[in-house]
């Protein structure tokens, strides 16, 4: 299983910076981030109840908990490189092993069984979608975890949200920042998007591209096509999130 940062507000980037700092402490140490892993349990175990004699972990145990510590103080470092000093998050409990919860997940925890409730609806709110429309966007931005709270179109301006279901550059922009290392294809007459994973290894039988409207094997989302490329792009990428707000990704 892969290493995990959790550290709130952190870019993508960042963490995956993280990240790699904690997996060069453990290659330049010679212990696996499982050993060492094992060895912070065994540590923490020992310290819960309440330092027995007869329970104190072994010189190899302590030794690899040594190297989890120096690895989540790397981690964090890398990760919060040029923070504000009063925003860097310090080393206790960030690093782990296993599966990310998804982002948009932890976006906003206390909006997320709603945000999870509404994602089917916004799908077929864009897949019927006639043009643009403002109440869309703000609805999709609340699901994405971006705002707060639901909000109206009077308050989409106010808060500059970008409008997803009418400028095309604008969605190619957010979703080129957000999805490096994958390609946009967008056609014209009649409109559709598909954003296509670069970086694959050719053993992978799983193929995470995605359309808006039609498939490569010839299978329609729906009926017709999506009523703008904007509305395409914005449909291709909430599907491609799919996976993050389904109960079974986790």
Known sequence: MPLRLVIENATFEELARGVAAAEAVFEDSGISYEDA????????????????????????????????????????????????????????????????????????????????????????????????????????????GWVNEPGTPKEAAALGLPYLTSNLAEVAAITEKSLQGWKIEVDQDPCDARIIQLDRDEDDDDDLSVAAWRCADGYLHMEKSPANTAIALTLAAMRLQADSFLPPAW
């Open 37 to 144: 892993a094992s060895g912070m349990f065994a540590v923490e175990l020992w310290d819960m109840k309440g330092f027995p004699e007869d329970a104190e972990p072994t010189e190899d145990q302590d030794a690899a908990a040594s190297v989890w510590l120096k690895a989540e103080r790397a981690a964090c470092e890398a990760c919060c490189a040029g923070w504000p000093a009063d925003k860097v998050v310090r080393a206790h409990g960030v690093l782990g092993i296993g599966a990310v919860e998804p982002r948009v997940k932890m976006a906003n925890l206390a909006t997320w069984p709603d945000r999870q409730r509404r994602y089917r609806e916004i799908i077929q709110r864009l897949e019927t979608a006639t043009g643009p429309d403002r109440q869309l966007d703000i609805d999709i931005c609340y699901v994405m």
